[in-house]
């Protein structure tokens, strides 16, 4: 069985500094991870993934994640928020790719003037 | 480009009807995937298609829940004798064939069961 635990459920943070968003999972077998992203009134979108190969991931906008086996952790960065990435963060891990992908509860990132 | 689309966008049903939720993947996409966000929590996995057949159903909470997708393109959801538990946002998610091709979610169905 797999599970993800995200302990932050809201992160507020101001402008221009910089954010962590936690994630932790549990899996029995070989893992692949994901942060998934929704924005206010839109759909969930993949922000970025670990399928293999390098442990350190990033996305187009700036956000980085590190897959660490030893802490099983997957946490999301960024150096410098911007108002636009007020959202809300989801965790997710799978043992097949992208097939039953196993969510956590998500952490609401609020970005302050 | 068209991307899912979920509909209706919001349905309010009272306990003990049924209920049919539709889904159309993206034009071309052989997997097919319905989750089921409840308030607070994170989409939970409910079934997931490789063309026509369910491939799995594992996630399916009990026999009132029931998905098709008889074409191997449109699928829809049928919830049978509703429960307000059974309110909650369903996402419908499609893929390319294969299990490493990214998921592109629906806005999702909001359901309501009052």
């Known amino acids: 069985a797999q599970s993800v635990t995200q302990l932050d459920s809201q992160v507020p943070v101001f402008e221009e500094a910089p954010v962590e968003l936690r994630c932790n999972y549990s899996?029995?077998?070989?893992?692949?991870l994901f942060w998934y992203v929704q924005y206010p009134n839109q759909g969930l979108q993949l922000l970025l993934k670990?399928?293999?190969?390098?442990?350190l991931v990033e996305s187009i906008n700036g956000f980085e994640a590190e897959f660490n086996k030893s802490q099983t952790s997957f946490h999301l960065r960024k150096p410098s928020v911007h108002i636009s990435d007020t959202a809300e963060y989801f965790c997710?891990?799978?043992?097949?790719?992208?097939?039953?992908?196993?969510f956590g509860t998500g952490t609401k990132l609020q970005v302050i003037p | 480009g068209a991307g899912v689309s979920q509909t209706p966008s919001n349905k309010v049903t009272e306990k003990g009807k049924y209920v049919e939720l539709r889904c159309d993947p993206i034009?071309?996409?052989?997997?097919l995937y319905w989750y089921r966000q409840s308030l607070g929590q994170g989409p939970e996995f409910l079934i997931y298609?490789?063309?026509?057949?369910?491939?799995?159903d594992s996630g399916l909470p009990n026999d009132r829940f029931f998905a098709v997708r008889p074409e191997g393109s449109v699928s829809t959801l049928k919830i049978q004798r509703t429960e307000r538990g059974d309110s909650a946002v369903y996402l419908c998610?499609?893929?390319?064939?294969?299990?490493?091709?990214?998921?592109?979610f629906g806005p999702g169905t909001r359901l309501t069961v009052l």
């Open positions: 997710a891990v799978s043992d097949q790719g992208y097939q039953k992908v196993t």
């Open positions: 034009s071309g996409h052989t997997a």
């Open positions: 298609f490789q063309g026509t057949g369910a491939a799995d």
């Open positions: 670990y399928l293999s190969g390098s442990t």
């Open positions: 998610a499609s893929s390319s064939s294969g299990p490493y091709n990214e998921q592109f």
């Open positions: 899996s029995s077998v070989s893992v692949y």
